[in-house]
């Protein structure tokens, strides 16, 4: 049971999610110099079912790894991509079982192929430019 709403340290410190995190930031800070540079406002990303990644968890080590620098209190939007499963005989997707995955067409008993799920991409990265008093 998880009481709340802060994680233990514990779960912040989850090696995978701070990893990804630390990535995620390293690319949206080269967006971000590549325009002109400025303070992160939002970063949009794509998560693939198959990634193990916990959306939570990976929201909290943002935001642990944010604090303290100038880009503290940017978010973080999360798009969740559900893994599709496709058997190329059928020419159709075919429904994920319960539990785990299934490899093999209930119907043809061929192997199925799975789409998406393995994404880990930077979206969109919105940031305000540094010193912006001034209105266009
Ligand atoms: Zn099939």
């Given at each position: 049971?998880?009481?709340?709403?802060?994680?233990?340290?514990?779960?912040?410190?989850?090696?995978?999610?701070?990893?990804i995190a630390t990535e995620v930031y390293r690319t949206s800070r080269a967006a971000v110099a590549e325009h002109g540079g400025g303070?992160?406002?939002?970063?949009r990303l794509a998560v693939?079912?198959?990634?193990?990644?916990e959306p939570e968890l990976l929201?909290?080590?943002?935001?642990?790894?944010?604090?303290g620098s100038g880009d503290a209190g940017a978010r973080l939007d999360v798009e969740?991509?559900?893994?599709?499963?496709?058997?190329?005989?059928?020419?159709?997707?075919?429904?994920?079982?319960?539990?785990?995955?299934l490899r093999l067409c209930p119907d043809c008993g061929q192997p199925l192929?799975?789409?998406g799920g393995d994404e880990?991409?930077?979206?969109?990265?919105?940031?305000?430019?540094?010193?912006g008093e001034g209105h266009d």
């Open positions: 049971m998880r009481g709340g709403c802060r994680p233990g340290a514990a779960e912040v410190s989850r090696v995978h999610e701070l990893s303070r992160l406002v939002c970063v693939g079912e198959l990634t193990a990644i929201g909290f080590a943002w935001e642990a790894l944010l604090a969740w991509r559900p893994a599709r499963q496709h058997c190329p005989a059928c020419a159709a997707a075919k429904p994920r079982g319960d539990g785990s995955w192929t799975v789409e880990l991409d930077v979206l969109s990265v919105e940031f305000e430019q540094d010193g």
